[in-house]
């Protein structure tokens, strides 16, 4: 008797789904839009005094790469003077 309740109640559940609240890492963090203020579209506008200063993509990526670059030959360096006082103290 009290398996073919519990088969019943669990049939019944499968049958209709309840809504499932969304996780909380999946839920929208803001919930509302708002409206910018005066001070934040002040802030987002483009600055003139500052557009000389502006990086630019191909000028970062170049800088990036021969700082790779010189991080490499450093630790090659290193690598090779640790091996060679390693190898004349022996």
Known sequence: MAQSAFLSSLRS??????PQ???PHLQPRRGFHVELGAREKALL???????????YKNNVKQVSKIGNILTGV???ACGYEIVTLAVSSK
């Open 13 to 18: 559940s499968l049958r209709s789904p309840q």
């Open 21 to 23: 609240a969304l996780l």
């Open 45 to 55: 506008e483009e600055d003139t005094a500052l557009k000389r200063f502006k990086s």
């Open 74 to 76: 450093v630790l090659f």
